[in-house]
């Protein structure tokens, strides 16, 4: 019971509140087909030479798809990141950007240097570290819960 208890309690405290999460970037490409159905019902009902066919509204709809997300924007120095290139994950610190090339090291090893060129970083997979609050709950209840039952044993 004990070594199970000893157990528990070393994993707790080997938790941390920090998880890497890909920023979620705003859904405009459906919004802009929504506002491109509804602007079509309208003209459809103006005369002839005003219709919009379907292929126009489409072309719209494509001109207005968002902007690719700028890699150079999103690893700013010091930032901790963990990035995917050519199929391979790294969390990383970032250091700079020298020309297109990104210069970082591992979190863990800051005297290696790692280079990427931006083409090689998977830019929908760089996922920045930050806190996690459900994991920060699940272990404050469990101390609190480790902590009573401690008491009552002690009491009991």
């Not at 309208?42 to 509204?57: G, L």
């Not at 969390?91 to 020309?99: C, L, P, T, Y």
């Not at 240097?113 to 920060?136: D, G, M, V, W, Y």
Request: charged share 20%; with cysteine.
């Amino acid at each position: 019971m004990r070594k199970n208890l000893y157990f528990i309690i070393l994993l707790c405290s080997l938790t941390s509140c920090y998880t890497y999460q890909v920023k979620k970037q705003v859904a405009t490409a459906t919004d802009n087909k929504q506002e491109a159905k509804k602007g079509a019902a309208p003209v459809n009902n103006m005369s002839p030479q005003m219709k919009v066919t379907n292929a126009e509204v489409q072309n719209l709809s494509a001109q207005q798809t968002p902007v690719p997300v700028n890699i150079q924007e999103k690893l700013t120095p010091n930032k901790n990141v963990k990035i995917d290139v050519d199929g391979k994950s790294y969390k990383v610190i970032v250091d700079r950007w020298e020309g297109d090339s990104l210069v970082a090291h591992p979190v863990r090893n800051a005297k290696k240097t790692l280079k990427f060129n931006k083409n090689q970083i998977n830019a929908e997979k760089i996922a920045e570290k930050r806190f996690s609050q459900p994991i920060a709950d699940i272990i404050t209840v469990a101390a609190y819960t480790a902590i009573g039952v401690g008491i009552y044993l002690l009491v009991r």
